[in-house]
């Protein structure tokens, strides 16, 4: 799966699933939380028991990991109209990849 940065403006960062499809397909509402291995090695839980994952405009992995791994590797900030792009693999179960394109 091809996700993004994202940003709330504010304090929230993570990593959005654009593609309301691979949502339906890779992630299950019941796991309650998934486990993202980042690029450093270190794995983030973001929590995907919540309404605004699901619906159709958002889809945002949201985990303080996350963050600070976006600004450890120079991912933020971003210009606006750029946003970094990363593959999201799914690797078995409620266990994930990322993977810095």
């Known amino acids: 799966m091809i996700v993004t940065a994202w940003t709330n403006g504010q304090n929230g960062y993570g990593i959005k699933v654009n593609d309301e499809n691979d949502r339906k397909e890779h992630f299950r509402r019941e796991w309650g939380r998934v486990l993202v291995e980042l690029p450093n090695g270190k794995v983030a839980e973001p929590n995907i028991d919540k309404d605004s994952f699901w619906r159709k405009e958002c889809g ?26 990363f593959e ?9 990849r990322l993977v810095d394109k």
């Open 60 to 85: 945002e992995l949201i985990c303080s990991t996350i963050k600070e791994w976006l600004k450890e590797a120079g991912k933020h900030p971003w210009p606006p109209d750029n946003l970094p792009k």
């Open 88 to 96: 999201l693999v799914h690797v078995e179960d409620k266990k994930f």
